[in-house]
Each structure stands twice: as structure tokens, then as C-alpha cells.
């Protein structure tokens, strides 16, 4: 699986959580916070993205992950471990 494909996914999951929020929105710079994610919001996204890419985390790994894009990096580098 690409990169690109993670954020596809992590696209998907915010698009779902967040159905009101222009797709031009969801950019790699930006958090989900900033976008009007809450918590639930976020544990949502979270979980979805890793049930849809095939991984299955502790919820610590996603201390400090503070972007979309570090979200993206983190799922894409567990993805790569996990898959080769």
C-alpha cells in the first residue's frame, strides 16, 4: 500500500466523522482539532483508519501525532513493518 493510499483512508474517516467539512479541507498540514474534530471525533478516525488499512495499534502509539500528516506517516511507516 502507497502512501497516498493511507491518506486516502484517513480522508475517508474524517469525511465520514466530519460530513459537513469540504473535502479541500482536509489538507496534511492541518489537525484534526482545527478542522472541528473532537475527541470522540478523533478516537473515530483513529479506530477506522486503522480497521480499514489492516492494523491494529495501541492508542499511545498516536501520542504526539499532532497533523494529518503525522497521522499519514505513522499508519503508512506501522503499514510497511507490518506488510513490507
Partial sequence: MERSEIFGIVA???QA???DLPDS???EDRSM????A???DRVDVLVG???EAGLALPMTSFL???SIG???DLLWSRHQAAHG
Fill in 38 to 40: 473532537n475527541s470522540m
Fill in 25 to 27: 479541507e482536509i489538507r
Fill in 64 to 66: 504526539g501525532v499532532t
Fill in 12 to 14: 475517508r474517516q474524517i
Fill in 49 to 51: 483508519s486503522m480497521e
Fill in 70 to 72: 503525522g497521522l499519514v
Fill in 33 to 36: 482539532t482545527e478542522l472541528g
Fill in 17 to 19: 466523522v466530519l460530513p
